[in-house]
C-alpha cells in the first residue's frame, strides 16, 4: 500500500536559518504529492503541492520538488521565521483502487523556530 | 465564516458513552472525511464519503461510524467511547483537484 516517511522531529532552528524537511513516499503509479501546515490550535491548511514528476510546488517561501527516481518531496525555505513555528505534514493522494481519492499522511516534523 | 466547521470544539465524556461529532461545509464539496491525529502517527482515516450515497471504511473504522445527512453535512458516531478513542478529530473536503480542506478539529477526551 501507500506510505509516506517524513524526518523524525522536532526540529529547532534560529530565524533566518534554511529548512530542510525530508519526505519520501511510496505508492503505485504516479501520486499527486503535498505539503499540508498545521499551526497551533488549527486544522491542516495546504501548503504547496505538485502533481507530476519534476513539478515544483512553492508558496509562502517554502519549496518542494517532486523526485520521481529517488521517491522523494523535500521541503524547503531558506529563511525560516518565528511564525513558520508549527507542524508540516507531508502527503500522497492515492491514484487508483482502493487508495483513489484518499490522501496518506506521513507523521508531522514540529518546527520551532527562536529568535 | 469558515468554509468547514466542527462542532463540539471540545468534548469530555465517560467510557462507555455514545457521542456524536459534527462537520459542515460551504464550499460545496462531494466528498468529505473524518480523520483521528494522535500525536507521532500522523493523521489516519476513519471514514469517507464521496457523495451523500457513498460512505467508505478507512484504517481505522472499529468502534466508529458515520452519517451522511446532506452534501453539506457529515457525523461521526462513537457507539460506546473508550479512554484509546481519546484524540483530535478533523473533517475534511474536497473537490475533484484532490486538495483537502480541514475544520479547526475536535478534542474529544474519554475517561
Known amino acids: 500500500g501507500n506510505s509516506v516517511t517524513q524526518m523524525e522531529g522536532p526540529v529547532t532552528l534560529s530565524e533566518e536559518a534554511f529548512l530542510t524537511i525530508n519526505c519520501t513516499y511510496t505508492a503505485t503509479g504516479y501520486p499527486s504529492l503535498f505539503w499540508y501546515v498545521q499551526y497551533p490550535g488549527e486544522g491542516l491548511q495546504l501548503l504547496l503541492k505538485a502533481t507530476k514528476a519534476d513539478d515544483k510546488g512553492s508558496n509562502k517561501g517554502f519549496e518542494a520538488t517532486y523526485r520521481k527516481e529517488t521517491t522523494s518531496f523535500h521541503l524547503e525555505k531558506g529563511s525560516v521565521q518565528v511564525s513558520d513555528s508549527a507542524v508540516y505534514f507531508c502527503?500522497?493522494?492515492?491514484?487508483?483502487?482502493?487508495?483513489?481519492?484518499?490522501?496518506?499522511f506521513g507523521q508531522g516534523t514540529i518546527l520551532t523556530v527562536h529568535p | 465564516d469558515a468554509d468547514v466547521t466542527q462542532t463540539p470544539r471540545n468534548r469530555i465524556t465517560k467510557t462507555g458513552k455514545r457521542i456524536m461529532l459534527e462537520c459542515s461545509q460551504t464550499?460545496?464539496?462531494?466528498?468529505m472525511y473524518w480523520y483521528r491525529q494522535d500525536p507521532g502517527l500522523g493523521l489516519r482515516l476513519i471514514y469517507y464519503?464521496?457523495?451523500?450515497?457513498?460512505?467508505n471504511k478507512g484504517e481505522i473504522s472499529d468502534g466508529y461510524s458515520v452519517s451522511r445527512q446532506a452534501q453539506a453535512k457529515f457525523s461521526l458516531s462513537l457507539e460506546s467511547a473508550i479512554p484509546n478513542q481519546t484524540a483530535l478529530y478533523f473533517c475534511?473536503?474536497?473537490?475533484?483537484?484532490?486538495?483537502?480542506?480541514f475544520g479547526p478539529g475536535t478534542r474529544l477526551l474519554v475517561l
Open positions: 502527503a500522497l493522494s492515492g491514484t487508483g483502487g482502493t487508495s483513489y481519492g484518499k490522501l496518506t
Open positions: 464550499k460545496g464539496h462531494d466528498r
Open positions: 475534511a473536503t474536497s473537490d475533484r483537484a484532490e486538495t483537502q480542506y
Open positions: 464519503s464521496f457523495d451523500v450515497k457513498d460512505i
